[in-house]
């Protein structure tokens, strides 16, 4: 009689385990169809609905990584909420249940919007703890060593930029990080020995080299075959006439065609290699009459702390991002 009972514990027991086990793989199939949606209306704009089927998936499988990423996507494109952004995405890693996305892309993401916010050693903890070998890519590779760069450890960025360079010689980012360490590599840059994949980025790494020549003359044939290849660096151009002593009214008015003003510092560069009177007013009436934003990147991040308002040449306000969160701070 005992054994009978035994037996028929157990066999209770194995059908209620394989009951539960059925109602768990039927929720997390439902909670899949319902993130499958969320996604699709993600993907065209349709945001509220998408949000709608995110709640239904939670219902059914709440512990998903992928709920919790797309939120953060909605966040970001609809409201550009970076903060909450963050947390979700944060929140999608550490619950490392993934059922349509690659957990890569979101490390991608959050790392593009920690260092955006300038939160460089979250990034290397980050990418140290999730990046396994298959995430060894050239994008977080290169993001990880300019962190090193940002924090100010120069012994592990150059150390690590070193070791990278020969496997990305065709990746024009670590291009640019390179080309102010190695003398050898200028010159290979700039005798095109080195191609990269991305034509005008490379072209970027060449202007580098350029501006890093000591010598005037050097310098200045360097600017001119930049340009002859196509280079649209505005103080390339500048720094070329600057070189050659003298710029003609048309390549002036080339020049002010293009929006100059959105960087502080190239008017003042523009005023100091025109000797004509009439050439400087025509710098100062273009600025006279410049509508527009300046943009001040004070860390060279390329994402600006202050941007200035300017009408018809005048000032008309200023946001401040110091922590580039994309929320102004302040306005003036």
């Known amino acids: 009689m005992r054994a009978f009972r035994l037996l028929t514990f157990i066999f209770l027991l194995v059908v209620v385990s394989f009951n539960c086990f059925a109602s768990n793989d039927v929720n997390r199939q439902i909670g899949i169809i319902y993130l499958k949606n969320a996604a699709s209306k993600y993907l065209n704009n349709e945001y509220s609905s998408a949000e709608n089927f995110l709640e239904k998936a939670d219902e059914f499988y709440p512990v998903s990584s992928d709920k919790k990423y797309i939120k953060a996507l909605i966040q970001l494109k609809r409201d550009n909420n970076i903060v909450d952004s963050i947390q979700n995405m944060r929140d999608a890693l550490e619950r490392d249940k993934w059922l349509l996305f690659d957990k890569k892309r979101c490390i991608e993401d959050l790392t593009q919007l920690l260092f955006r916010t300038k939160k460089y050693e979250d990034i290397i903890d980050i990418i140290n703890s999730k990046m396994h070998i298959e995430y060894e890519d050239k994008d977080l590779m290169y993001i990880y060593i300019l962190c090193y760069k940002n924090i100010g450890d120069n012994d592990i960025f150059y150390r690590m930029l070193k070791e990278n360079i020969k ?43 350029a501006m890093n020549i000591k ?19 505005i103080e390339a151009k500048i720094e070329f006439y600057k070189l050659e002593g003298l710029i003609s009214e048309d390549d002036l008015d080339s020049i ?15 005023l100091s290699i025109v000797s004509f009177e009439n050439m400087k007013n025509k710098i100062n009436n273009a600025w006279s009459t ?30 401040i991002d110091n922590n580039q969160d994309g929320i102004i ?3 003036i």
């Open 329 to 331: 701070e302040d306005m």
């Open 256 to 270: 002010l065609k293009q929006n100059i003003f959105e960087n502080p510092d190239l008017k003042n560069k523009l």
């Open 215 to 233: 010598d005037d003359l050097k310098r200045k044939k360097a600017l001119q075959s930049y340009l002859s290849q196509g280079g649209k660096n």
């Open 290 to 319: 410049y509508t527009g934003n300046i943009y001040y990147d004070y860390n060279g991040d390329k994402y600006y702390e202050e941007l200035h308002l300017y009408d018809n040449g005048q000032p008309a306000g200023i946001s």
């Open 167 to 209: 496997s990305n010689i065709d990746d024009y980012r670590f291009g640019e990080l390179y080309v102010d360490y190695d003398d050898n590599y200028s010159e290979r840059v700039l005798n095109g020995e080195i191609k990269f994949k991305n034509k005008d980025g490379g072209l970027e790494v060449f202007y580098k080299a």
